[in-house]
């Protein structure tokens, strides 16, 4: 079968975000920088507040359980699971795929887990068709994932404010082989690898195990190991990353910037999330702003698929792209067509 007589679509989507939020102003004291910085510049007026129970592994399920609530999806239908959320979970050494395999009784797919930080979501659409393709008897995939690496993050350190905005998340989407509505069409992924060691919790692994004493200090929340090197490095890449990565997905699916109606991005500050849209030769009115929700990892681009369809910027046949970003540094955007398949 050649690709171009191959389609797969997405039926239906799981969002869960905590029922909490905390303001900006009452975030404000607690990271020492002011609220109009923080709505301004930084890009969020209020973001989700993880509770007791909002674990990364936990709000995935909830999100999937949502999902096939949605679409009447029987679990034993599901011939594969790809985790797509954060490693950062409730246990060390615990494949999250599995486990929501388990939750929810898909009990005819095998499951494995996947990693790309926030560029996660787009990999997961691409690994899942790709995977469909090569495998005819995969059928039905559902992609689930968490994120709360936001809970790694030390308000006390100013270098990293650039990650105040995070929050947590579960998201789920299921897709089928020629389901001819909302087609994933084709993904782009560019990693920058310069800054692979800029960003990362150094204490916890095989090199740095964990001691008393960096349990006490909290010191095995997360370091970012060249604040200056890393802002230069990724000046002077990111913005051609994040279009490199919406170009190569848009020109393998047969397009250009053109012909697309809405971009769900993850959370960035508003200059950069403007740059990016000028340079693809889009407005502001082409593109989600999650100011109501800050950086909620993974489920950045469901949030913003679901503004633009309450917005009415998505319509039948419109090219709707999801682009990621994340600490590695890795970039990846996924297209995909809107509606029913002419």
Not at 45 to 60: I, N
Not at 197 to 215: C, E, F, R, W, Y
Request: glycine share 10%; hydrophobic share 40%.
């Amino acid at each position: 079968m050649e690709k171009k007589d191959f389609h797969v679509g997405l039926v239906g989507w799981g969002l869960y975000l905590p029922e909490n939020y905390i303001t900006a102003e009452e975030l404000s004291p607690q990271i020492n920088i002011p609220v109009n910085i923080i709505k301004e510049k930084m890009g969020f007026c209020k973001k989700p507040l993880g509770g007791p129970d909002d674990h990364c592994v936990a709000m995935g399920i909830k999100a999937a359980k949502q999902c096939l609530e949605k679409t009447g999806v029987d679990p034993q239908e599901i011939d594969l699971i790809i985790w797509a959320g954060e490693d950062y979970k409730e246990y060390v050494c615990w494949t999250a795929s599995i486990a929501v395999q388990e939750a929810i009784g898909a009990k005819n797919a095998w499951a494995f887990d996947s990693a790309l930080r926030c560029a996660g979501t787009p990999l997961s659409l691409k690994l899942a068709k790709d995977l469909m393709f090569a495998n005819p008897e995969i059928k039905t995939v559902l992609i689930a994932g968490g994120n709360t690496n936001c809970y790694l993050i030390d308000y006390r350190r100013p270098e990293q404010s650039f990650m105040f905005d995070m929050a947590p998340s579960g998201l789920a989407m299921l897709l089928k082989r020629d389901w001819l509505e909302n087609e994933v069409l084709e993904s782009h992924i560019i990693t920058e690898s310069s800054m692979c060691n800029d960003v990362m919790s150094v204490k916890g692994g095989t090199k740095n195990p964990l001691t008393a004493d960096d349990v006490a200090t909290e010191s095995w929340r997360i370091n970012v190991t060249d604040p200056e090197g890393m802002k230069q490095r990724l000046g002077a890449t990111s913005l051609q990353a994040f279009t490199g990565a919406v170009r190569g997905a848009l020109k393998r699916s047969g397009l250009t910037e053109q012909d697309v109606a809405w971009v769900c991005p993850v959370h960035i500050n508003p200059k950069a999330h403007k740059a990016i849209l000028t340079d693809l030769g889009l407005t502001e009115d082409h593109g989600a702003y999650l100011y109501d929700y800050g950086h909620c990892g993974h489920g950045d681009q469901l949030i913003g698929l679901e503004m633009g369809l309450r917005q009415g910027k998505i319509q039948e046949g419109s090219v709707v792209v999801f682009l990621g970003a994340g600490t590695g540094y890795a970039f990846s955007a996924t297209a995909i067509r809107w509606g029913r398949r002419q």
